[in-house]
Each structure stands twice: as structure tokens, then as C-alpha cells.
């Protein structure tokens, strides 16, 4: 049960969730092509950073234009949080990743990106995913 925005009840006791020790991998392949999705993406990622949690967020398919500079800042959808806020809170409290093969398909280079942002394959996704305590979520 959930008594605030950044704690939790259990076992009788209500801690912070900062102080729960598990890693949210959030994998977003929607952009522009599927707005909704990709802003609950990023908006759980910065969400997830401000309380603390240890993010790290997959751009992936679509969202991977998001990696370069003023790409995000192209992105609306009305009620949503503007894109480039959200994704600076994960760069600033968290982890960007740029898929290799969607980065070079799309002719981007580490070069291209905004600071910050990492280019990783599957390799690192799966090891993210398979640490103990790490929740992956997919959009």
C-alpha cells in the first residue's frame, strides 16, 4: 500500500523508496510514431529518478532520435511533461543508452549524441536486466 508519492508500507514499517535497492530499466522503442507511450517512458524513468532509484533508460526503434541534440524538443503531446525535461532528469540522475543497432541504422554515431548519452547492445541491456533487484519495463 502506498501511503505517499515516495514511500511505501511493508511488513509493517514505511520506508523511502531511495532506500529499497533495486534498478528500473525502462526500454522505450515508441517516439513520435506512438507519442503516448513513448512519454510514459520517459515520464516513469524521471519519475522513478526523483525518487531515488537507480534508472536506466533504453532508447530504442524510434526513441532513439531522442539521443541527439533538439530531437526531444520536437516531441509534444497535450498534458504531457515537455520530453526534454524528462529526459534531462535521467541524464542527470540516471543512465541513457542508445541501442547500437537502432543507432546505426538511423546513421548515428557517438559523435552525434547528446552528452551523456551512452551507445550499448543487447549485451549491457541483458546484463541491466538480469542484475538481482532490477525491474525492466518496456514500452
Known sequence: MTTSRSYEYASGAVRRLSDVARKLIVK???????PERCAQAFTVAA???????????WL????????LPGRAAEFELPHSAPLPDLLAAVL???TVTLCTQCAARRDITPDDVIAGVRIAGAAVFVEET?????????Y
Do not use: H, K, N, Y
Open 28 to 34: 522505450t522503442t515508441a517516439g513520435a510514431d506512438a
Open 47 to 57: 519519475t522513478a529518478v526523483a525518487a531515488g532509484a537507480e534508472v536506466s533508460l
Open 60 to 67: 530504442t526503434g524510434e526513441s532513439s532520435w531522442f539521443a
Open 92 to 94: 542527470a540522475g540516471g
Open 130 to 138: 538480469l542484475t538481482d533487484g532490477a525491474q525492466a519495463l518496456v
